[in-house]
C-alpha cells in the first residue's frame, strides 16, 4: 500500500545531500595546482558526490516504479487522502504503518547495500593502474 514511501524519504533527503556535496566539491576543485609553471587541474575522477547520486537515481526510480504500480492497481488515488487503506480505518492504517517498516524498509536497506556494492566496484576500478597503450610497447 504505502510500501514506496520509505525509500520515497530516503531519496528526498539523498537528493538534498548530494545536491549539498556537488556544490562543496565543485568549490573545492575549482583550486588549480600549479605544476612547472602552469596551471593544471587536480586529475578527474568520480567524485563521491556523482556516487550518491547514483543511489538517489537508484532509488526514485524504485520509487516511480512502486507508486506507479499501486496508482495502477487502485491503492493509491489522485485525490486526498490518497492511500485508499488511510479511508478504511484504524486497522487498515495499523496494517499500511506496518508494511511500510517492514516492506519500505527492507526495500530502501536493500537498494543502499546494492548501491555500497557499486561503489566499492567503482573504487576498485579507480584504483588500477591505467592500461598501457600499444604506441608505449612499441
Known amino acids: 500500500m504505502a510500501c514506496f514511501l520509505v ?6 533527503v539523498v537528493t538534498a545531500a548530494a545536491v549539498l556535496l556537488k556544490k562543496y566539491e565543485e568549490k573545492k576543485m575549482n583550486v588549480s595546482v600549479s605544476a612547472n609553471g602552469a596551471d593544471t587541474k587536480a586529475p578527474a575522477k568520480q567524485g563521491f558526490a556523482r ?10 526510480g524504485g520509487v516511480i516504479l512502486l507508486a506507479f504500480e499501486h496508482l495502477w492497481h487502485g491503492e493509491v488515488v489522485p485525490f486526498f487522502p490518497f492511500l485508499t487503506a ?28 546494492i548501491w555500497v556494492g557499486m561503489v566499492l566496484v567503482s573504487n576498485a576500478i579507480e584504483k588500477r593502474p591505467a592500461p598501457e597503450t600499444a604506441e608505449a610497447n612499441v
Not at 7 to 12: F, K, L, R, V, Y
Not at 51 to 60: D, G, N, R
Open 7 to 12: 525509500p520515497g524519504t530516503e531519496a528526498i
Open 51 to 60: 556516487k550518491l547520486f547514483w543511489l538517489a537515481e537508484l532509488l526514485w
Open 86 to 113: 488511510a479511508t478504511e480505518g484504524a486497522g487498515a492504517v495499523a496494517e499500511m504503518l506496518s508494511e511500510m517498516a517492514s516492506v519500505g524498509v527492507l526495500m530502501a536497506v536493500l537498494v543502499t547495500v
